[in-house]
């Protein structure tokens, strides 16, 4: 029974990894959409790609940095290899599936070079796909994206710098799109 119990809820990971994946991609294109087909110039901070993803994902939720970490974000969460990190808040989004979405800016021109193999990125997106909900671990249902000219890349994918079976779990998002599921 517990083995048919984990199976399912990696199973129920996998598609909420798989719908944020599909809603922060959507919205991506459509902010290009409407900025003449790229990112370039339109952020310089963290808020404002709160302020930018807020307008292009339906019924968004904005959770600000003063308000009870609990309610909207971890104040620490595991690495695969078990390891505890403490997370540094700020605001984030809640998407009305309960996924949290925290920004961290890079280049306003969208050349950073952080964690990524090429001058492509803009900015970082750290998803917990089901909120504070447990399991609370990297490679389980927390995973960063990279904002960049060539679109939303999971880490892991092959224009970053992290292995997909890297030991602390950042990697793993790239095999949840190639695999379809959490084997490990």
Known sequence: MPSLINRTQKQELVAQYKKVYSVISQAYLMILNDNGGSFDGL???????????????????????????????LDS??????????????????????????????????????????????GRIRVDVNGVKKPNTVGYDIFDFYITQKGILPRGHEDTLTSEDHYSGWGRGITILTKGKIDY
């Open 43 to 73: 952020a310089n901070s963290d808020n404002d790609y709160i302020d930018i993803f807020s307008k292009y994902i339906k019924d968004v939720k904005v959770c600000k940095t003063n308000e009870e970490v609990t309610k909207c974000y």
């Open 77 to 122: 969460y595991k690495h695969l290899d078990g390891g505890v990190v403490n997370t540094d808040v700020g605001t984030i989004l809640t998407t009305p599936d309960g996924a949290t979405l925290r920004f961290n800016h890079s280049s306003s021109a969208c050349t950073g070079t952080t964690e990524l193999k090429e001058p492509i990125g803009c």
